[in-house]
Nanobody, 121 residues
Framework: VQLQASGGGLVQAGGSLRLSCAVS????????MGWFRQTPGKEREFVAA????????YYADSLKDRFTISRDTVKNTVYLQMNNLKPEDTAVYYC???????????????WGQGTLVTVSS
C-alpha cells in the first residue's frame, strides 16, 4: 500500500486546514488509518485514527475538540479536518496504516511522505 499526504500549508492561528491521505495499492479493510505529527527533535505523536471498514474514530485527548478524521472509501482517501489551529500544531503530518485502537507508533506502518503544516501567531 502507498500513502500520499497533502493539504498542508501556512495558516494563521485560528484558521483551518484539511489534510488528505490518498491510498493506493492493496486493500486493507480490516485495518485503520491514522494521522501522526512530528516536530524537529521530538518523537512522532499520535493525532487520530479511523477504522477503514466501520468508520469508528479516536483521537489524542488534547486534539479531539478541534480535529476530525474521516474517510471516503470510494475515493480511497482519509481526511483530517483541523480547526482553530494553534502555533503548537505546527508539524509535519503523516498518515499510516495500522491496528485499530492503537496509538502506538510501532503499530502503524506504510508511512506516507508527510505534509507540513505551519501555523503563524
Amino acid at each position: 500500500v502507498q500513502l500520499q499526504a497533502s493539504g498542508g500549508g501556512l495558516v494563521q492561528a485560528g484558521g483551518s486546514l484539511r489534510l488528505s491521505c490518498a491510498v493506493s495499492g492493496r486493500t486493507f479493510s480490516s485495518r485503520a488509518m491514522g494521522w501522526f505529527r512530528q516536530t524537529p527533535g521530538k518523537e512522532r505523536e499520535f493525532v487520530a485514527a479511523i477504522s477503514w471498514r466501520g468508520g469508528g474514530t479516536y483521537y489524542a485527548d488534547s486534539l479531539k475538540d478541534r480535529f476530525t478524521i474521516s474517510r471516503d472509501t470510494v475515493k480511497n482517501t482519509v481526511y483530517l479536518q483541523m480547526n482553530n489551529l494553534k502555533p503548537e500544531d505546527t508539524a509535519v503530518y503523516y498518515c499510516a496504516v495500522g491496528a485499530y485502537g492503537s496509538r502506538r507508533l510501532g503499530d502503524f506502518g506504510s508511512w506516507g511522505q508527510g505534509t507540513l503544516v505551519t501555523v503563524s501567531s
